[in-house]
């Protein structure tokens, strides 16, 4: 994965699902055409949630399922958003024919279990990692610097 020179980092507790929602927003208001959020995390870690309230920001109202199935869910939002979850992927190379790259041209893409095609992520990628720290959902992200004007929780 490719540095970039300028780095934003910081560290976020998310006690509720309100926070979890602020933290979507935060993302979503800065989101744009060639942006990949990538969302690390175990199983049950918010990743989805995340997801979820990201699409909620850009005015998805209807259900968002999670794309473990279908592998990617497309949304007509500004910019249009593709949500994937690489969890069953076998290879990289199936990102090819998800239409990963076409899906970064034209809007922004948010990647859950990225750790399955590190490589297709854009070295400007905003990566999120979910845990726990005591008892308490977190969020370390790390991205390129202009993040760091936008993400509040």
């Known amino acids: 994965m490719a540095e970039i020179d300028?780095?934003?980092?910081?560290?976020?507790?998310?006690p509720d699902l309100d926070a979890?929602?602020?933290l979507g927003a935060s993302i979503a208001g800065g989101l744009r055409a060639g942006d990949a959020v990538a969302l690390w995390g175990d199983l049950g870690a918010g990743k989805t949630t995340l997801a979820r309230a990201i699409l909620k920001a850009l005015g998805v109202s209807e259900e968002v399922p999670s794309p473990t199935f279908t592998l990617v869910q497309s949304y007509d939002t500004k910019p249009a958003v593709s949500h994937y979850d690489l969890y069953r992927l076998k290879s990289g190379r199936e990102l090819e024919e998800l239409?990963?790259?076409?899906a970064l041209v034209d809007g922004a893409v948010?990647?859950?279990?990225?750790?399955?095609?590190?490589e297709a992520l854009p070295p400007?990628?905003?990566?999120?990692?979910?845990?726990?720290?005591?008892?308490?959902?977190t969020a370390r992200l790390t991205g390129p610097?202009?993040?760091?004007?936008?993400?509040?929780?």
């Open 124 to 137: 400007e990628t905003l990566h999120v990692r979910l845990g726990t720290r005591d008892g308490v959902r």
């Open 110 to 118: 948010l990647v859950e279990w990225p750790e399955r095609a590190p």
């Open 20 to 22: 979890t929602a602020r």
């Open 145 to 153: 610097a202009r993040w760091e004007k936008l993400i509040h929780v």
């Open 99 to 102: 239409g990963f790259e076409e």
């Open 6 to 14: 300028e780095t934003f980092r910081a560290a976020f507790a998310l």
